[in-house]
């Protein structure tokens, strides 16, 4: 698609995640009329009947009426689309980050299968985060990353067999670098630094001299 063409669509900005893996908070949508007879499931569609307007995937349709749904959604929407609903079908996007680039959107077949792919992500994201609280328990069966890399900031980044794990600040805090990775490795618990300790140590007992 030319950038000159983007005259012909009407444009709105994208806000929300429940489409995040095609679209992502600040991209501007380049919208076009279409039919309810031409819809196909698989195509993207911001709908107006309602405030806030959203934008969601045809998942399901019938001649009578259409089922709508985010691609990360748990859930359909409960409001149906019909022939007399008011909305325009999502052609293409301009991301936020690249305001010069123009993105296709793929609806109808491809569409579904992009709905499907990020509904098996969310259904594993849902069982990871179930299944945590038990491997948290199993700790001591979670591979260590032993392996430090220190930078001058003071900052402490843990690897395992190459893999980055998790960075330590030098307030203590630790984030794993993926939710994933802190199901299959743990860091060990900082040992503090023997050298600043005894000239702590050091200092106190100068203080305590007469």
Same mark, same amino acid.
């Not at 934008?55 to 409960?78: C, F, L």
């Given at each position: 698609?030319?950038?000159?063409?983007?005259?012909?669509?009407? #444009? %709105?900005?994208?806000?929300?995640?429940? *489409?995040?893996?095609?679209? #992502?908070?600040?991209? !501007?949508?380049?919208?076009?009329?279409?039919?309810?007879?031409?819809?196909?499931?698989? &195509?993207?569609?911001?709908? /107006?009947?309602?405030?806030?307007?959203?934008?969601?995937?045809?998942?399901?349709?019938?001649? &009578?009426? %259409?089922?709508? *749904?985010? &691609?990360?959604?748990?859930?359909?929407?409960? *409001?149906?689309?019909?022939?007399?609903?008011?909305? *325009?079908?999502?052609?293409? /996007?301009?991301?936020?980050? @690249?305001?010069?680039?123009?993105?296709?959107?793929?609806?109808?077949?491809?569409?579904?299968?992009?709905?499907?792919?990020?509904?098996?992500?969310?259904? /594993? #994201?849902?069982?990871?985060?179930?299944?945590?609280?038990?491997?948290? #328990?199993?700790?001591?069966? $979670?591979?260590?990353?032993?392996?430090?890399?220190?930078? $001058?900031?003071?900052?402490?980044?843990?690897?395992?067999?190459? !893999?980055?794990?998790?960075? @330590?600040?030098?307030?203590?805090?630790?984030?794993?670098?993926?939710?994933?990775?802190?199901?299959? /490795?743990?860091?060990?618990?900082?040992?503090? &630094?023997?050298? @600043?300790?005894?000239?702590?140590?050091?200092?106190?007992?100068?203080?305590?001299?007469?």
């Amino acid at each position: 698609m030319l950038m000159s063409e983007l005259d012909n669509f009407t #444009k %709105a900005y994208y806000t929300g995640n429940s *489409m995040r893996g095609m679209l #992502k908070h600040g991209d !501007i949508l380049l919208l076009s009329n279409i039919s309810y007879g031409m819809l196909e499931c698989g &195509d993207i569609v911001a709908v /107006f009947d309602r405030t806030p307007h959203y934008v969601h995937r045809v998942i399901s349709k019938s001649p &009578d009426y %259409a089922i709508t *749904m985010g &691609d990360n959604n748990p859930q359909p929407d409960e *409001m149906k689309l019909t022939r007399k609903s008011k909305f *325009m079908i999502v052609e293409a /996007f301009i991301p936020g980050e @690249s305001p010069k680039v123009v993105l296709q959107v793929d609806g109808g077949y491809y569409g579904m299968r992009q709905f499907y792919r990020q509904q098996r992500i969310l259904r /594993f #994201k849902r069982t990871a985060g179930k299944l945590f609280p038990f491997f948290r #328990k199993l700790g001591v069966l $979670r591979i260590p990353a032993r392996k430090e890399t220190r930078f $001058r900031d003071g900052t402490v980044q843990w690897s395992c067999c190459g !893999i980055p794990v998790a960075a @330590s600040t030098p307030d203590g805090k630790t984030r794993y670098l993926h939710w994933s990775k802190r199901l299959f /490795f743990r860091v060990p618990a900082q040992i503090p &630094d023997m050298e @600043s300790e005894n000239s702590e140590e050091i200092k106190m007992k100068e203080g305590n001299e007469p």
